[in-house]
């Protein structure tokens, strides 16, 4: 608070000077020193009064005002006015608190005892200010103007003398022009508004205007340019309504200050009904408490928290519905004070999508048990062969299929198929496919009959668009004699000891569930040698792609196969499966990958395994 001794340290002479302090909005909060005597105001009635009606609304003292202005900006300010019979010099400084932030002025005066060219002084101060100042008539017209007009819009002192003020004035703008102009004509204690001017060039300035009112048929005005402050706001509020997210700004009370235009649209309010309003209106009632302690507890350590920092509210629409939102949070800190931006998204399709997931995921991990239970899981003990088989999904669970289980009169037989499609309802297909086909297996004695009874039943178990491709190899191992029978499926592959193509194992009818009463023939028989390869395998292997989508291929299957005959069957599958999967970039599969192996090795004999005594290898 200024007081006599405060006049002292600043080096004033106490019965000579006075001090005040302002708000930020220069309004007067205290004062100190002769008051009643230089100005005519009793000390009590002071507090509240703004700068004009305190320096008893002199024309000089537009001055005044200009310096507080310039000096919550950051500067400190000298000036001289006459005030009645009295000439005082002054000083004005920003009033900050312990963060540096202005919140008003601390300005003192004192009385100049020595005779001055006082007229002449403030001459100078008028013409060589960087502040616009000017005098204006009662009649519109400018009077006198500074050389920072000139400066800032172009115009010489005498062009913009020649039309009336509003001949410079924005169009748009004119309108509130004059009524601020009839309010200082009405006698209005001092105003300021903001305004575009026009410059030479034909663009325009914003300027912020401070004028006192009309006296003696003239008005005292001063105007700095804001146009850099006005663009970037104006950019701000651009930003601010293309944003792809809901934005509210609140301040350390928790008021609603801005919204754009998408938190209108999310909450249905009005951007004028939310103005000013606390921002618990869009929290749900039960949990405002909660979010006012939340709240608080930013306040007192503010930080940036972006958007997916696992933070998530229930917000409240102005029809009463709520929503799952997601909030990010940003400090800013102002002239005026502590701002919080809020951007807020409604995330409720992406709960519903998680939700989904979630759903789909559970299906395909029920897929996948019943795909790996339905697999075997060694490869059979069969004396005179090598036998392994596996799989690589393109999902948690695929659609195809290998099996090998004995069949009548000492045969054995190996199954490799592909149902349509992958997940949950290929591997209830392909289950129901496996117990069929086991059961007419035991049946009959010639594979093409078991795929004719497995077909009718298909037919009449599955939709039109779903089937299944099936090939079944009947092994006699005692003669080393092989048929087959094949529902639509890629060729099987028969290799020499040399590596040499012998036979291809191609399809002997339509896929499974197509056609009721399909007639499927029987392939064979084909006497295997010593050193022979017998390669069963899906469609996933030879259409696996590369990144230019070429298709791996049989010549590549074959080429594979040959380099790595002499290698037993599990490790001749394990380099094919690698080199599909170094083909395909090691990325995500589109189909899935299987294969068995049959490796003749020198004669031996054989004794059938018992029907449920044996599992075949697994996946991989």
């Known amino acids: 608070m200024p007081s006599l001794e405060l006049l ?57 005002i200009d310096a507080h202005r310039r000096a919550l900006e950051g500067q400190r300010v000298s000036f001289e006015i006459e005030v009645g019979r009295h000439h005082l010099r002054g000083r004005v400084t920003a009033d900050t608190d312990e963060n540096g932030t202005p919140r008003g002025c601390i300005g003192v005066a004192e009385r100049l005892r020595r005779d001055t060219p006082t007229k002449e002084q403030l001459r100078q101060f008028f013409d060589q200010s960087v502040q616009m100042h000017c005098i204006g008539g009662g009649d519109g017209y400018f009077k006198r103007v500074n050389s920072a007009f000139e400066k800032i819009l172009g115009f010489s002192p005498r062009e913009m003398r020649s039309e009336p003020f509003l001949h410079f004035v924005h169009p748009e703008d004119r309108a509130a022009t004059l009524q601020q102009f ?150 800013m800190k102002t002239e005026t004070g502590f701002l919080v931006l809020s951007a807020i998204r409604d995330i409720t399709e992406r709960k519903r999508a998680e939700q989904a997931l979630r759903e789909k995921r559970a299906e395909l991990l029920a897929a996948q048990r019943i795909h790996e239970r339905l697999l075997p899981q060694t490869p059979p003990s069969l004396p005179g062969f090598d036998i392994y088989g596996a799989t690589l999904a393109a999902e948690f669970a695929g659609g ?82 092989l048929c087959y029978s094949s529902a639509g499926h890629p060729p099987g592959l028969i290799l020499d ?48 792609e590369s990144a230019d989508q070429e298709m791996f291929g049989y010549e590549r299957v074959l080429a594979v196969v040959r380099d790595n005959r002499h290698e037993p069957a599990r490790e001749i599958l394990d380099r094919l499966f690698s080199a599909v999967r170094t083909f395909n970039g090691n990325g995500k599969l589109s189909d899935d990958v299987s294969a068995v192996l049959i490796k003749c090795d020198p004669l031996a004999s054989w004794t059938p395994p018992r029907p449920r005594g044996t599992r075949g290898s697994g996946q991989t």
Request: hydrophobic fraction near 40%.
């Open 8 to 64: 002292a340290r600043l080096g004033v002479d106490g019965p000579e000077g006075i001090a005040w302090t302002t708000d930020r909005n220069l309004r007067i909060t205290t004062c100190a020193g002769p008051v009643q005597a230089i100005l005519e105001h009793h000390p009590d009635s002071v507090p509240g009064v703004t700068l004009g009606q305190f320096f008893r609304a002199e024309p000089s003292a537009a001055i005044v």
């Open 182 to 331: 009839d309010r200082l004509a009405r006698g209005e204690p001092m105003i300021q508004f903001e305004t575009r001017f026009r410059r030479k060039d034909g663009s325009y300035r914003w300027l912020a205007w401070t004028s006192a009112p009309l006296r003696d048929g003239l008005l005292y005005a001063s105007a700095l340019d804001i146009t850099d402050r006005k663009q970037a706001e104006d950019l701000f509020r651009r930003s601010l309504e293309s944003a792809p997210d809901a934005l509210i700004i609140v301040d350390q009370e928790g008021r609603i200050q801005l919204v754009n235009a998408l938190a209108e649209q999310l909450f249905g309010y009005r951007r004028e009904e939310m103005s000013g309003q606390s921002i618990e209106m869009i929290i749900p009632e039960q949990l405002r408490a909660r979010h006012r302690q939340h709240r608080s507890e930013y306040a007192n350590q503010p930080r940036i928290r972006p958007m997916g920092a696992g933070v998530e509210l229930v917000a409240l629409r102005k029809d009463g519905t709520t929503f799952p939102a997601e909030i990010s949070l940003g400090p």
């Open 400 to 481: 195809d299929y290998f099996d090998y289980f004995p069949m009548l009169d000492q045969a054995f037989v190996t199954a490799v198929g592909d149902v349509t499609g992958h997940g949950f309802g290929s591997a209830l297909l392909m289950a129901h496919t496996r117990s069929e086909l086991r059961s007419w297996v035991r049946a009959r004695r010639d594979v093409n009959e078991v795929l004719e009874r497995l077909n009718d039943d298909l037919v009449i178990e599955t939709e039109e668009h779903i089937f299944v491709t099936l090939l079944l190899v009947c092994l006699h191992p005692n003669s080393r004699r």
């Open 497 to 544: 000891s040399s590596g040499r193509l012998k036979h291809k194992l191609c399809s002997t009818g339509l896929p499974l569930g197509i056609l009721a009463e399909e007639r499927y023939a029987k392939g064979g028989p084909i006497d295997l040698e010593p050193g022979d390869l017998v390669l069963l395998m899906t469609d996933g292997v030879l259409e696996a």
